[in-house]
């Protein structure tokens, strides 16, 4: 049994997981109650798991959440100001207010 992904929340950790049920890949979700501990242990603790039940298909269920992280990545653009990742609906930057360009 390996971890393949943590999640920054539990509907991603549930799409991660049913992607990967969808292909074939049995993985279960720790952590599941332990978003509502936020704040009260470190925040890292408290991230949703995936972990993949049989080994072999570790490697490849990683491969696939990648390929799933990479797609968003197409939908950002940097801040031509402080350089942080925007999502590219955005028209100022989240991070210090500058104004992105088209
Ligand atoms: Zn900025």
Redesign the pocket.
């Known amino acids: 049994m390996q971890r393949v992904h943590t999640a920054a929340s539990l509907i991603d950790a549930q799409l991660a997981a049913d992607l990967l049920t969808s292909l074939g890949i049995p993985n279960h979700i720790f952590n599941v109650n332990a978003a509502g501990a936020i704040g009260e242990v470190p925040f890292i603790n408290a991230q949703p798991e995936i972990w993949v039940a049989d080994d072999a298909q570790a490697a490849r269920a990683r491969e696939i959440l990648a390929g799933v992280a990479d797609t968003h990545c197409d939908d950002e653009r940097n801040?031509p100001?402080?350089?942080?990742p925007n999502p590219a609906h955005f028209l100022t930057?989240w991070?210090?207010?500058?104004a992105l360009p088209d």
């Open positions: 801040c100001h402080c350089k942080e930057c991070h210090c207010g500058s």
